[in-house]
C-alpha cells in the first residue's frame, strides 16, 4: 500500500507571537517526511500572515469569507 502524503493544517486569527514558532517547529518535520503545511489566516490584523509568507513551503490562504 503507497503512503499517503501527510497535510498539516492551522488556523489562526492574530497570533503573530506563535505562528513563526510553530511554523519553525512544524515545517522541518513535515517536509522531511514530503508532507505540506497549510495556514489558513483568519483576516488577522497583526501579522501573521506577513510571518507565514517568510516560510516558502507554507501554502498560506487567506480566509476572506468572515
Not at 498539516?8 to 511554523?23: D, K
Not at 483576516?43 to 498560506?60: C, E, F, G, H, K
Request: glycine share 4%; with cysteine; hydrophobic share 40%.
Amino acid at each position: 500500500m503507497p503512503e499517503l502524503p501527510l497535510s498539516v493544517i492551522t488556523v489562526t486569527h492574530n497570533h503573530a507571537s506563535y505562528i513563526g514558532r510553530c511554523l519553525d517547529a512544524l515545517v522541518p518535520e513535515v517536509s522531511r517526511i514530503g508532507g505540506e503545511v497549510i495556514v489558513v489566516d483568519n483576516r488577522s490584523d497583526d501579522d501573521s500572515a506577513a510571518i507565514a509568507r517568510q516560510y516558502p513551503t507554507v501554502n498560506l490562504r487567506i480566509n476572506t469569507q468572515i
